[in-house]
């Protein structure tokens, strides 16, 4: 979805260096995600926002942290990255629809990242 | 250990064929489960998403189904066209927690002329 954006898209690095993926929207949405997705596996959540002020750990923070910069935008950062950070990151927004008590996700394309 | 499986793991079908997908979950307390379909390369993209009382919900040639009690639900793909091959992600959310999906692991579908 255009809507929600990531950079970058295809990233190879080293063992023990920091980097940041980044996320940004033009949907509005107040929330904001970062999942893993490995092979075999289901997505997993890293990390959740809410709002600006609000940051979440999912089930598999660890070695993950994050910063709202702004509504639109939510950024992921592994401090010291290992060969098993290697996987496909996505980024995802939604809005709650009261009514319903559901809120559909929107993905963006996803960042390939490879940790030698 | 996963709270949401789904079968086929992958398959084939010939174009204009149908073919349904499964999905069981263990989710519970159930708030509402969704299919998203996943391009090669992309991220996924929302099909359909049922509530408790919804046992069916259509998006073109898209007809998801769901029974609650047994936990259950299959996604129909009706007369199947090349642009259908990519991967079907059932996700289940749970509770009052409607942010937290558990996902399943995905049926690869495969459409060949």
């Known amino acids: 979805d255009a809507d929600v954006t990531q950079t970058p898209r295809n990233r190879i690095t080293k063992t023990g260096k920091r980097i940041m993926l980044e996320c940004s929207q033009t949907k509005g949405h107040d929330r904001m995600y970062w999942y893993r997705q490995d092979p075999g596996l289901g997505l997993r959540l890293i990390y959740y926002?809410?709002?600006?002020?609000?940051?979440n750990k999912g089930e598999i923070s660890d070695g993950y942290s994050v910063s709202r910069q702004a509504q639109a935008k939510f950024s992921l950062s592994l401090e010291s990255a290992i060969p098993n950070q290697t996987a496909l990151y996505f980024c995802a927004t939604s809005q709650l629809n009261r009514g319903r008590r559901t809120d559909t996700q929107y993905f963006g394309p996803g960042t390939r990242l490879t940790v030698l | 250990k996963n709270q949401v499986e789904q079968s086929p793991q992958s398959l084939i079908i010939l174009e204009g064929k149908n073919c349904t997908l499964q999905c069981n979950y263990t989710v519970s307390p159930f708030s509402n489960l969704r299919w998203y379909k996943q391009d090669t390369g992309r991220g996924p993209v929302s099909l359909t998403i049922m509530t408790f009382s919804e046992n069916t919900k259509s998006n073109g040639r898209y007809t998801a189904t769901l029974d609650a009690d047994t936990k259950q639900s299959s996604l129909h793909i009706t007369a199947s066209q090349l642009s259908d091959s990519a991967s079907y992600i059932c996700v289940v959310s749970g509770g009052a927690n409607d942010y937290k999906l558990s996902f399943g692991a995905g049926t690869t579908v495969t459409v060949r002329a």
């Open positions: 926002s809410f709002d600006v002020k609000d940051i």
